[in-house]
């Protein structure tokens, strides 16, 4: 079997839904699980009448649920020219009031919890997979069945045996051949029921987890481009498809910023050694990229990605000169606060990190201002330069450096795995670093 994952764009109007449904119906053979986002931007529309709501503003906020119910209803309209079947116009209708519901009970109380708004967030894919399964007349599944994360609502960590052993026992038995079942990204439930979400852009994660859980023998991620590229489009837009890439090197890209896959998506498929592909869902025939475990070789850089904004926090001490537990005593400070550091650059007496910009860094400021200088720079982002064969080619640092002239670099960090190296900007200046180096590398052969 294969899992097809469809993100937003894929599913955002009637045409694209038969786009997506001629090319499942070509994959029937294959036993695909058909893993869907919300149709566009519903995710979003749905977080913001959330907080109209909050806000007393339940006017607007009804308003915006009634334009989202309409945009369904047309797309079902538009696939069913003959009038949609009872069953589907009741299926909407219901995720309709129970949405107005939760709307009025969110105005009423004036308290948007993160866990109503997971179950408010759950309506986008729960409208949409209703729409696309009856439109193919095929199976749809409630994710949230065999989905079990824990209770962090908002970021639903899965409980990765109960989840496998409840897909073993509930989906698995619907996989069968020639047929697809269209199931639910983004969603899943706690142990008690509870509707919770994996967090924004999770759809990706979703497909790898029940790829993984199924063994299946490709997890396909359709998307609006062809592959994962090697910048971000709407950056350098002559960014170019990489064809094949590693596992290591999608997962530094996905956490540094290329939107194009969720950060969690690539783990669990290696752990199961399924490959990944990533495809255009109205260029179906065109270029596509496929991430493997295999180090390929190639040019030393595979591509480039942001991330921002970030704060940087540059902690000095002449203490810090042959003193051991210096770092212990700084890094206990980030625990207390559980905030995470990203990347570090040390020298003799100062240690930089970055961290995503946070209410809480004005209390670790406060507490490493009692043994240490702190300093703050916020607005910053990283720009991230990935390549599994960066570390097999020596002399990289000039043409890098070279192409960002011009540019103030203000803190540089290879990573562990040899694979990335970090550079912090600026962010007001992170598009036209992007864009230097894109074009230095390309035309100097090195990407
Ligand atoms: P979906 O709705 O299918 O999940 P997303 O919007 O989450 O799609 O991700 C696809 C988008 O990611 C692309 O349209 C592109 O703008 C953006 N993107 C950022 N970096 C990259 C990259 N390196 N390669 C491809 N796309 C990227
Ligand atoms: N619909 C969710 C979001 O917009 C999940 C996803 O698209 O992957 O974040
Ligand atoms: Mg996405």
Not at 168 to 192: C, F, H, N, R, S
Request: with cysteine.
């Amino acid at each position: 079997m294969i899992v097809m994952k469809f993100g937003g764009s894929s599913l955002a109007d009637a045409a694209c839904m038969r786009e997506v449904a001629d090319l499942v119906r070509k994959a029937l053979s294959r036993s695909p699980l058909v893993v869907c986002s919300a149709s566009g931007k519903s995710t979003n529309a749905l977080f913001s009448m959330a907080k109209k709501s909050e806000a007393g503003q339940n006017v607007e906020a009804l308003e915006e649920l009634r334009a989202l119910i309409d945009k369904h209803h047309s797309i079902a309209l538009d696939l069913f020219p003959a009038g949609m079947p009872d069953y589907l116009e009741m299926a909407i209708s219901q995720l309709s009031s129970e949405l107005e519901m939760m709307l009025r009970g969110v105005s009423l109380l004036k308290e948007l919890s993160p866990r109503s708004m997971d179950t408010i967030a759950s309506v986008g894919e729960r409208l949409s997979t209703r729409i696309l399964a009856a439109y193919m007349g095929m199976e749809w599944f409630d994710a949230r069945t065999v989905m079990r994360t824990d209770a962090t609502y908002g970021c639903g960590k899965p409980q990765i045996s109960e989840m496998k052993a409840l897909v073993l026992e509930k989906l698995a038995p619907k996989i069968t051949d020639g047929k697809a079942v269209v199931t639910q990204g983004y969603i899943g439930a706690t142990e008690d029921g509870c509707t919770t979400t994996l967090g924004r852009g999770g759809s990706d994660y979703s497909a790898s987890l029940f790829g993984s859980a199924l063994g299946a023998e490709d997890i396909q991620i359709w998307t609006d481009v062809e592959g994962v590229l090697t910048c971000d489009p709407r950056i350098v837009p002559d960014a170019q498809p990489i064809a094949e890439l590693s596992f290591n090197e999608a997962a530094e890209l996905a956490a540094f910023g290329a939107k194009v896959l969720h950060p969690a998506t690539i783990q669990p498929a290696v752990e199961a050694g399924i490959p990944v592909t990533v495809r255009h869902t109205r260029i179906p025939n065109g270029r596509f990229s496929t991430i493997t475990d295999e180090v390929k070789t190639g040019r030393p850089v595979t591509a480039l990605a942001t991330r921002g904004p970030v704060t940087v926090l540059t902690v000095s001490s002449t203490r810090m000169l042959n003193q051991s537990g210096f770092l212990s005593k700084l890094f206990d400070a980030f625990t207390r606060y559980d905030i995470s550091v990203d990347l570090i650059a040390t020298a003799e007496v100062s240690v930089s990190m970055t961290v995503e910009p946070q209410a809480s860094i004005d209390a670790v400021v406060k507490d490493l201002s009692e043994f240490a200088t702190v300093s703050v720079a916020t607005d910053r982002a990283i720009v991230a330069i990935v390549g599994e064969r960066l570390k097999y080619t020596p002399g990289m640092a000039g043409p890098l450096l070279s192409a960002l002239s011009g540019i103030n670099i203000e803190m540089i960090s290879m990573g562990a795995n040899e694979i990335n190296m970090s550079l912090v900007v600026k962010q007001e200046e992170a598009p036209r670093a992007l864009q230097q180096l894109h074009g230095a590398l390309m035309t100097g052969g090195y990407l």
